[in-house]
């Protein structure tokens, strides 16, 4: 189980979270709704150990991680997706993923990670040796996925993995993100600003605003509730 | 025709040193986007160290070691006083003169307590009249080991930042820090370890120009520093082969204006130069050109 | 603030100084002659203080070769007085204004840099002067130096025919700083000193107020230069001598370190300074052998322990804006088109692409004069962009944006901003060292017409501008609620406060459109409504508001129209109410249909 109790998260005089409470078991996928600013990318980097919270707590597993750096947390099995597409441009597909492996993973072989990339998306096999910063916006999507479940994680974050990139592309995505769930123990915790995917895969959301959650509960609840539009678009 | 080619020679040699010390200021660029304005007097600490202690009747192979281990020290404790608590404040304003306060401060303390003097850099492999013949021309020995040591050494960091997994963390962290950090790699670590390169680099640079130069004097870093600096820019921040470059074309074009000429008109040509290249074309040969996102 | 403190700092001001000037002038008669040199040497410290204050301290460019400049005056004015046999009264100023076109020129040179490669250019231009002094022996003397150069020292110096002796010599200089520092203090005072600290903070949104960045830097620049040439004129006449090692790279040195231990971004901070580093040397001989290992130091943890300098631990901050009469300020006059057509704004199949990948495609809309237009969509749809587009931060790969009929894409955003078109940003760009008043007439910059030398010296007609918009400037801080902060350091405000802040700033600027960039963010219930009362008042007095926001109950009760963006397309132009049942924007921002969303299973492991 991942949690965060009271999270707090200030940038200067920008309070982004005030007092969030949030969890995820693993096995399970969580959807984190709300509109821009609501604090979505303020909380996943806050679980991920990007930012430093204010006060509150990031548990892992019941243990207290608050003051652990991001790369030690990487290490613990989480691993984040930042929002923007980040990847490092100037190195190749391959490199990419070798260096999602092997600061997470002492030794072993980053092949395999990389062969069931490649199946899954057959479209960065052919690109291998091509600079990450060349791809398609779709390409480099498909790319950060792949980094981010190379390891087989504990804990997958997704921060808007499907920002400006065309519908064909966000199903394929998805996709994905259920297959490495579904069968694993991996727990998914996706944010997003469009609705519908992320509740079609997911078991939980939780809906923050203004820096807090006020509603969670069962995907499907929302799913047929027809105030969560009117909600989520005021 | 000896002369001008003698003087091209020459060029290229010096202009391997600058390439050196321009990669020694890009490692922390890479990292941190700063860069020690005092890198001056690092080169010019670890020289002075090596004299001092070869004039103890220390062999070279000891002094030379230690005077890198010094200026490796140092530098890192640039990364911690001056850099790491004013790069937050934004700006570049604090860590700029906050470095250059460390060179001066490094600087003063040698010249108090060795003298402004300059000193005479004792020979290490070749002496200053060792020669060897290459196609008809004089080639000093002294001049040829510098330039291999520099070539060498850039072979082999090329070799580390393409093919290692370290030397792939330094490039994560040089485009992304946060990135990098959730990818798993020690950010914190990386940055002390470039600066640590940085400054065994600076050090070893400082000892190759005396070779050359044969004298050391408190003061002789800064100069340095700049041209470092020029060349860096000229070849693309963080390109290895392009500081190399960049750093033998500034290297010809000082020697043989300089021969021509005269030296002021030398120093002139760098600045020259880098002008240029800021108004031209800012991101140097192999540079990439950054993108303001407002 | 203190008020003993506040009473110091307006006493201090202006007259307590003047009659400070006139005994120190007259002390000068019967003062020993070691005072003498010294009170000189701390004038000519003072001058080269200044010189680096106002180019680092207050417009945000650092220089690390100033000493440069200082030779340039110094070896011009005494080669003038030795090789054209020129008077004192001609040979100084002659040599300050070289130093001054040499400084604008660099200014090109540097404009276009990034700050650091900025700081280590001027290393570079103050080591080639050093160079170029060494060198030319035939010019300057070369290593042994120029001598015997007319001054107070050797007694060897006169002006309008009066004998010159040290005591007169200094009287001398006393008046010329006396005059000016009151220049200096006038012109920081001014709008155009205001926007030197634009520049500092944010070059962005100085260009987004009408501040243009390249003429402000060479403006700064060439000022600096001059007073450094100053200060190397004076003391090539005070010491009689001058060699390259005057003015090596410890002479800049010495220049920052005043400055900065001093306090950088206010007049007195540089005056202690050279007080301080003049003194000590001269009396504590311990200080002199160790003098450059406490510079290195002092620049090492200067910003560290003593951000602001000396004058920021002693005295209160000064005021920004001129000492003047406060007028009631004209009610701004409704904007009205110039041309006859109504659209104000005009955006035709605008297009741009950052490496390659399109931000917006072909983006067509327009907005008419008056109204109050809403632009929303998804995050990453364009929205930011297309603003940054409209006003001229960025430039369309295709298509075109007419304002008022006239072209405007291409066109730098001073450019923009000067023709009525103001912004704000997503987080406010304000001074954070300035007041509330003071950032919100940093947006009235684009309607002053007096020039920066009329401020310096405070004609009538200058002082009664600034008159008018101080008090145009207040009407429009109660507007928007922070009348009881006016007067505070905006870093002290809340948030909310601070937007409030930069939303007064827009509207002193009487914009003719005004693009708002999620003004409404952070906001509580109070400032959101303030916000309403502020933007309806806006469209009131005719200007145009195009309005980026989330928050649909905020748009609802201020647009006249919507335009939704998804994926740098506009999806949607029309009234609020039919957005909804658009089909185009519910896919946009929903998905596919709410109800046909089945979310699949998942097997729980226990």
Same mark, same amino acid.
């Given at each position: ?234 | ?101 460390? /060179?001066? #401060?490094?600087? &003063? =303390? ?7 003097? @300059?000193?005479? %850099?004792? +020979?290490?492999? $070749? ?114 082969? /392009?500081? #190399?470059?960049? &750093? =033998? ?7 043989? @204006?300089?021969? %021509?000429? +005269?030296?002021? $008109? ?29 | ?606």
């Amino acid at each position: 189980m991942l949690e965060c109790r009271d999270l707090v998260v200030r940038y200067g005089a920008i309070e982004a979270l005030h007092g969030c409470n949030l969890s995820v078991a693993e096995g399970t996928t969580t959807a984190v709704l709300g509109a821009n600013g609501a604090g979505k990318s303020s909380l996943m980097k806050a679980l991920a150990g990007v930012v430093q919270p204010a006060s509150g707590r990031v548990l892992v597993d019941g243990q207290d991680v608050t003051g652990l750096p991001a790369h030690k947390r990487a290490r613990l099995g989480i691993s984040l997706a930042l929002e923007g597409r980040r990847l490092f441009h100037s190195m190749t597909v391959q490199e990419n993923l070798q260096l999602a492996w092997e600061f997470r993973r002492s030794g072993g072989d980053a092949r395999k990670g990389m062969d069931k990339a490649f199946e899954s998306f057959p479209v960065l096999a052919s690109r291998k040796g091509v600079a990450a910063g060349l791809l398609s916006g779709g390409q480099q999507q498909m790319l950060i996925l792949s980094c981010a479940l190379i390891c087989e994680p504990r804990y997958l974050l997704l921060d808007e993995p499907s920002l400006g990139l065309a519908p064909a592309i966000v199903q394929q995505i998805f996709r994905v993100i259920e297959q490495a769930a579904a069968g694993s123990r991996t727990a998914v915790l996706l944010s997003e600003q469009v609705v519908a995917q992320a509740l079609r895969v997911s078991d939980f959301a939780f809906v923050l605003q203004r820096g807090t959650v006020v509603r969670h509960g069962r995907a499907e609840e929302f799913a047929r509730d027809p105030a969560l539009s009117a909600a989520y678009l005021s | 025709m000896t002369f001008t080619l003698q003087l091209i020679f020459a060029g290229v040699c010096v202009g391997a040193t600058y390439a050196l010390i321009a990669i020694g200021l890009t490692l922390t660029f890479w990292s941190t986007r700063t860069m020690n304005f005092g890198q001056g007097s690092l080169l010019m600490v670890a020289a002075v160290a090596a004299t001092t202690l070869m004039s103890a009747k220390l062999s070279a192979y000891a002094a030379v070691p230690i005077a890198l281990l010094l200026s490796t020290v140092l530098m890192i404790l640039v990364e911690r006083i001056a850099i790491r608590p004013l790069a937050r404040l934004g700006g570049s304003m604090g860590w700029v003169v906050a470095t250059l306060g460390f /060179g001066l #401060l490094l600087q &003063g =303390i040698v010249a108090r307590f060795f003298g402004s003097q @300059a000193i005479m %850099f004792p +020979s290490l492999v $070749f002496g200053p009249l060792d020669f060897v013949t290459i196609a008809g021309i004089r080639v000093s020995s002294q001049y040829l080991t510098v330039l291999a040591c520099c070539i060498g050494l850039m072979c082999v960091m090329e070799i580390f930042i393409r093919r290692t997994r370290w030397g792939r963390a330094v490039r994560a962290v040089a485009h992304d820090a946060e990135a990098a950090a959730v990818a798993g790699v020690p950010v914190k670590r990386v940055v002390v370890a470039s600066f640590a390169a940085s400054g065994a680099l600076a050090g070893l640079a400082g000892i190759l120009v005396s070779q050359i130069t044969g004298t050391v004097e408190p003061q002789f870093g800064f100069n340095l520093v700049i041209l470092g600096f020029v060349a860096a820019v000229f070849g693309g921040m963080g390109s290895i082969a /392009g500081a #190399l470059i960049g &750093g =033998i074309a500034l290297g010809v074009a000082e020697k043989l @204006a300089g021969g %021509f000429v +005269s030296t002021a $008109f030398g120093d002139a040509m760098a600045f020259a130069i880098l002008m240029a290249v800021l108004a031209i074309r800012p991101q140097g040969l192999f540079g990439r050109r950054e993108i303001l996102k407002v | 603030m203190n008020p003993a403190r506040e009473a110091l700092a307006r006493v201090a001001d202006a007259r307590v100084a003047l009659v400070l000037v006139v005994v120190l002038g007259v002390a000068a008669e019967f003062a020993s002659a070691s005072s003498i040199q010294l009170w000189s040497f701390v004038l000519v410290n003072m001058l080269a203080a200044q010189s680096i204050n106002i180019l680092t301290g207050i417009a945000g460019q650092i220089s690390l070769g100033h000493a440069g400049f200082m030779s340039i005056g110094a070896y011009g004015s005494a080669l003038a007085m030795i090789k054209l046999g020129l008077p004192l009264p001609l040979s100084v100023p002659l040599s300050t204004a070289c130093s001054a076109i040499v400084g604008w020129a660099l200014s090109f040179a540097v404009g276009r840099v990034r700050e650091f490669y900025l700081a280590m250019m001027t290393l570079g231009f103050g080591m080639i002067l050093y160079e170029l002094v060494r060198e030319w022996s035939s010019l300057t003397g070369g290593v042994a130096g120029l001598s015997a150069i007319p001054s107070a020292a050797l007694a060897s110096l006169s002006a309008f025919g009066v004998k010159l002796t040290p005591a007169r010599y200094f009287q001398l200089m006393l008046a010329v700083c006396a005059l000016v520092i009151w220049l200096l203090r006038n012109f920081i005072k001014s709008p155009y000193g205001r926007a030197f600290f634009a520049i500092q903070t944010s070059e962005v949104a100085a260009g987004s107020m009408g501040i243009p960045r390249a003429a402000t830097k060479r403006l700064a620049y060439t000022l600096s230069a001059a007073l450094m040439g100053l200060a190397g004129a004076f003391y090539a006449h005070l010491v009689g001598y001058l060699g390259p090692e005057s003015f090596d790279l410890n002479r800049s040195v010495e220049a920052l370190v005043m400055a900065i231990i001093g306090g950088l971004g206010t007049l007195v901070g540089p005056l202690l300074g050279s007080l301080l580093f003049t003194y000590l040397p001269e009396r504590l001989q311990l200080f002199a052998e160790y003098q450059f290992i406490v510079y290195g130091a002092l620049l090492l943890l200067s910003f560290i322990l003593l951000p602001r300098g000396l004058a920021g631990l002693f005295l209160p901050r000064p005021r920004y804006y001129a000492a003047t009469q406060v007028t009631g300020g004209a009610k701004s006059e409704p904007a009205a088109p110039s041309s006859d057509s109504e659209k104000l704004l005009q955006i035709d199949g605008v297009s741009i692409a950052f490496l390659g990948l399109k931000a917006l495609d072909g983006v067509s809309m327009d907005v008419k004069a008056g109204h109050l237009l809403g632009l929303i969509g998804p995050n990453g749809s364009g929205k930011s962009t297309l603003v940054n587009l409209i006003c001229g931060l960025y430039r369309p790969t295709g298509g075109r944006i007419l304002f008022d009929g006239s072209r405007v894409d291409g066109l730098a955003d001073h450019r923009v901003a000067r023709l009525g078109v103001i912004r704000t940003f997503q987080d406010p760009r304000l001074i954070r060292a300035f007041t509330v008043r003071e950032n919100v007439l940093l947006g009235a910059h684009r309607l002053y017409s007096s020039n920066p030398a009329s401020f310096a010296f405070r004609w009538r007609g200058a002082m009664a501008q600034e008159g008018r918009f101080l008090g145009e400037a207040d009407r429009v801080i109660a507007q928007v609620g922070l009348a009881h902060v006016a007067d505070t350091p905006v870093h002290e405000l809340t948030y909310g406060d601070q937007r409030m802040t930069e939303l007064a700033r827009a509207v002193l600027a009487r914009p003719r459109l005004v693009l708002l960039d999620e003004p409404a963010a952070g906001l509580s219930e109070a400032e959101t409504q303030r916000l309403e009362a502020v933007l309806k008042s806006l469209k009131d007095s005719g200007a145009t508001v195009v309005l980026i926001d989330h928050h649909m109950e905020f748009l609802r009760g201020l647009v006249d129209e919507v335009v939704v963006l998804d994926s740098g397309k506009a999806i949607y132009r029309g009234p609020m109410a039919a957005m909804y049942q658009d089909e185009k924007v519910v896919e946009a921002y929903l998905g596919s249909s709410v109800e046909e969303a089945e979310p699949a299973k998942r097997s729980i492991d226990a």
